[in-house]
């Protein structure tokens, strides 16, 4: 079997072994309610207590009691945004950003439905938020700012702090959600210090199972309950708890804690490698994220005038996996609408992939991809009609080395 | 992941024919680069009989498979064979493509329907065309969606060559409707028109044929929904295009009654039957 090298890290991960193993004796026997009141359940409501504090501490949250456990990243965004919504019935208006995660993003397009005014800031071409258009947004309706700590598709990070300082001085209850699904793990995370009011995780993101996420409410912030009945989570999110996958989230988040060094050094690294070895090697890539900051692991490349399924199709039959930015990927036959919304050209946005890498990444995978890549994009350019517009994009590239 | 057939995999993998013939008799291109797929194919023309065919294309895994089996479909036949290919054919060669991919095929039957109206413009006499009488389709070169710049002659090729029905699917053939969706409704409009006309040519029925038309559509299609909330319908008389019905069981004397009946049943019965339908209700 063709070896397989995973580099789709922002798409889901590979469950760390360490997190397996604290998760197994909550699926088999300690299997008691934590809610219980025999003895039975103390092992259960204490590796539910212990998981709580481990994800504080990775947030940085003042108290443990902050933080709500939830399904996934999408509940943990649900139940903020509708949540805190519902609470402040007084203010309609909601800004967010045009290059948000779809489940956010449709989730504005059924509340515009419902009668919200919502406005959707834009990005600059390498993807950076528009602080200027920011601060202009923010006004005395304004029920609740969204804004994602760093892009899945690009890893471009939002200057958190710098946002939450705008939109507090210019509405002071004004409330800050921060989907941070591609934050936690990547880049260090400080609610306090950033001033976030609420902010969501998603546990699969960073080697642990899928089916389990985390939202942080801070205690200034009240919201109504998305899913009602129990009172388990503070009467914040009913449900009996889902032991087993809460202490996996907690190992994960202890784990991600403690690799953040390895993730600022070692995975930025190889990304660099991967990053450098291909746009040295290819003449049609370009890098779409240009000088933008980004979280360690993610490089988005766009390969001018060539097809990015295509590109995938190839890559898996030599066992590597990436994801793209082109419309024949997601079946909806629109790109990427964070490449259209950077205004990445129609050259490169069909041909983007996105390349993702984990602390599992090896220096091998990143060689082998940087050593089979080139014939693969040969391959397909080859077929390509804008023979012309390649030639002259060549004998460009190769004057610019020159000089 | 794409459920591909081992043909559409083979055919990306190795595409035949690539390339570009230089003097070519012969060259259609379909799609842009801006829609993220284009096809360009060119044909070397002998005796009315294609002699050699190459491809170029910018797309995804099904659009390259699509190319790379037209070619090999078209060379050696003459030119009224190739004129009978339709994007359906190109796909049931490949063994079958996903719903959502269909426009890959479709794309391979435009490139290869402009490569032969250049053609013909430079000599080749279409027989068939001769005797036919194609001035109601000139109209149709109305651009429908804007976004991907498909136009009603498209749409409309694309339910004929496909037995289409709903908006969705012309999406998956088209692309049209994919991107802003404003032409939806346009396209909902066309799939009507479009079933409306071989209605009309239906409308030859007896009396009886029409009545038992019409209580088919209402025991197999409406009745069911109904009884599924303890109501039911049932037929009464049928007056050339009034549908005379009598509500069962919830249904009567329920205050939704007049909702379920323009909302739901004459909405089916007008789709099914034609626009001029009109539903009374017997009480």
Redesign the interface.
Known sequence: MTKLIYLDNNATTKIDDKVLEAMMPYLKEEYANPSSMYDFSKKSSNAIKEARVKVRDLLNAKDEKEIIFTSCGSESANTAIKGALAYNKNQKHIITTKVEHPCVLNLYKQLEKQGYRVDYIGVNSNGVLDLEELNEAVDEDTALVSIMWANNETGVINPIEKISEIVKSKNKNTKLFVDAVQAAGKIPIDVQACGVDMLGISGHKFHAPKGIGALYVNSQTMITPLIVGGHQERGKRAGTENTPYIAGLGKAAELASEGLKYEETEVKRLRDKLETGILSRIYNARLNTGIAERVPNTSNIGFEYIEGELILLHLSDIGICASSGSACTSGSLEPSHVLRAMNVPFTAIHGSIRWSLSRFTTEDEIDYVIEKLPGIIEKVTSISPYQKELKALKELKTVNYAV | MWDYSEKV?DH??N?RN?G?IKDADAVG?AGS??C?????IYLKIKDNIVTDAK???????S??ASSSILTEMIIGKTLDEVKKITNKDIADELGGLPP??MHCSVMGYEALEDALKKYKEEGYIDLDELNNDNSSDIQKEKIICTC?QISENMIWDAIKQNNLKTVEEI?NYT?AG??CGKCKEVIQDIINTYYNKEKSQNNILTPTQWILKVNNIIETQISPELQKDGGDIELVDVKDKAIYVKLKGRCSGCKNSTMTLKNFAEKILKDTLGSDITLVEVK
């Open positions: 995999m990306y993998r595409p690539v570009e291109i680069l801006t993220g797929d284009q096809l360009k491809f170029q294309t910018f797309g995804c895994g659009a390259v959502e991919k991907f999406t692309k994919g991107a």
